[in-house]
């Protein structure tokens, strides 16, 4: 299974700020995957980072608020934008290959005041 | 697209008890059915998986089963422990294009000792 860090583990932002969190996992991977965790909520994916391209959005997420980087096939960024309270919540990176188990970071836990 | 439902939402077992979560998806197409148990403030891991090629598969006290032809999967926990509390997340994906998994909203589960 892939080893993922991410950074920083948590933080406080004030509105209107942007905050860009890091993930890095410690082999190659074709797929990484953003997803927010609202409290006591499920797993709503944000974007598919892809390496040479652009990142593909769910529905409801774009890329002035969310943009996202992935310059090599073990690192992406994902960037909270002018943020809101609303974008209180835990960010999650995660790698997995189709059909397959999806593997976590340990999440950014991010309060805006 | 691929939509999962989970029930319950919480549910409160003693220890010993046996607990059962069930899980209904709409694309007939996914197959590929796991599931992550998420512990308070740590990442979702996977504790077991199940392929549409099989009915059901264990691993010591869990247990999964799957029915493709109702469409649904349940995760099965005999004899809880009380670190068996955390929040049990199900998931869906198929081939090509649909393979990113789509999640329950989640399960609660507490257990009393």
């Known amino acids: 299974s892939a080893v993922i860090s991410q950074k920083p583990s948590r933080d406080i932002c004030q509105r209107g700020t942007s905050l860009t969190i890091q993930c890095q996992v410690d082999?190659?991977?074709?797929?990484m995957f953003w997803y927010r965790q609202q409290p006591g909520q499920s797993l709503t994916l944000i974007a598919t980072a892809n390496q040479g391209s652009e990142a593909t959005y769910e529905s409801g997420f774009v890329i002035d608020k969310f943009p996202i980087s992935r310059p090599n096939l073990t690192f992406s960024t994902l960037t909270v934008s002018n943020m809101s309270p609303e974008d209180s919540s835990i960010y999650l990176c995660s790698v997995g290959r189709a059909g397959e188990t999806q593997y976590f970071g340990p999440g950014t836990r991010l309060l805006v005041l | 697209g691929e939509n999962v439902e989970q029930h319950p939402s919480t549910l409160s077992v003693q220890e010993g008890d046996s607990a059962v979560i069930k899980c209904t998806y709409s694309d007939s197409a996914s197959n590929y059915f796991p599931w992550y148990k998420q512990e308070l403030g740590k990442r979702p891991q996977l504790i077991i998986d199940?392929?549409?090629?099989?009915g059901e598969k264990k691993d010591q006290r869990i247990a999964v089963t799957l029915n493709k032809t109702a469409k649904h999967f349940s995760l099965h926990i005999t004899e809880t422990q009380p670190e068996d509390s955390a929040v049990y997340f199900c998931a869906a994906s198929g081939p090509g294009g649909s393979y990113i998994p789509t999640f329950g909203r989640g399960t609660s589960l507490i257990v009393h000792p």
């Open positions: 199940i392929r549409s090629n099989v």
């Open positions: 082999s190659q991977v074709t797929m």
